[in-house]
């Protein structure tokens, strides 16, 4: 069984950077589709970016050109590089991979941009 856990959360301030790390153990990630979500206190979970077997990436609009999904399958790591920071990015971070009918989730990690 797959499991995803987040690090490289925290507070940062407005304009900042963070990147955040998603490392998977118990399978081999090369088959996964793997994303980025984030859930903002009282809102709803969404999509920040996502990164197909093949290298294809999608982003939500808000966050092009700021955000930068990769991965490397050898060391089965998924990165999600921030820059330009605002308060709006505020929110956990959950690392997902799917694959078929399987879908995992990491505990999240929480990002904080603030002054």
């Known amino acids: 069984q797959l499991q995803l856990v987040e690090s490289g959360g925290g507070l940062v301030q407005p304009g900042g950077s963070l990147r955040l790390s998603c490392a998977a153990s118990?399978?081999?990630?090369?088959?996964?589709?793997m994303g980025w979500y984030r859930q903002a206190p009282g809102k709803q979970r969404e999509l920040v970016a996502r990164?197909?077997?093949?290298?294809?990436?999608e982003y939500l609009d808000s966050v092009k050109d700021r955000f930068t999904i990769s991965r490397d399958n050898v060391k089965n790591m998924v990165y999600l590089q921030m820059i330009s920071l605002n308060p709006e990015d505020t929110a956990v971070y959950y690392c997902?991979?799917?694959?078929?009918?399987?879908?995992?989730w990491g505990q999240g990690t929480l990002v904080t941009v603030s002054s």
């Open positions: 997902n991979a799917k694959f078929s009918l399987r879908d995992y």
């Open positions: 990164i197909t077997t093949g290298g294809s990436t």
């Open positions: 118990g399978s081999i990630l090369s088959i996964y589709t």
